[in-house]
């Protein structure tokens, strides 16, 4: 499998991580054991974001980009492929705390629903 190949399929698991990261609450809504993937991804993403890091994704996608003879990049993922969609231009740093925070309230929202909706149905 060429390196390219690897790096596209890196950056593939990358996006969709990230829309787990962000949606899956609503996907625990709809199946409640996602739930158990989705809190541990989620307290990732938030660090990640709320911290400033690099995932570890973005240097392997790098590393194997540059091993297919193709141009890296500096920065994150989020940098790098998103930012321009969805972060105005010049973000801060307290932006960034502020979004992780708003990822925080937005699950903390989907959750209380989640464990609502639990109390009602009877056990399986």
Known sequence: MSYRLLADLVLIVHGLFVAFVMFGGLLALWK???????????????MVIGMG??????PL??????QAGQQGYGG????????ALIYPEG?????????????IVGN???YTMW???GRRQPAA
């Open 61 to 66: 996608e790098v590393a194997l980009r540059q």
């Open 108 to 110: 903390i929202i989907v």
């Open 115 to 117: 464990a609502r909706r």
């Open 76 to 83: 994150g993922f989020i940098e790098h492929y998103v930012l």
């Open 32 to 46: 409640r054991w996602i739930a158990y993937l989705h809190l541990p991804a989620l307290a990732w993403g938030a």
């Open 53 to 58: 890091w690099i995932c570890p994704l973005t």
């Open 91 to 103: 973000i801060t740093r307290a932006t960034q705390v502020v979004l992780a925070a708003l990822l």
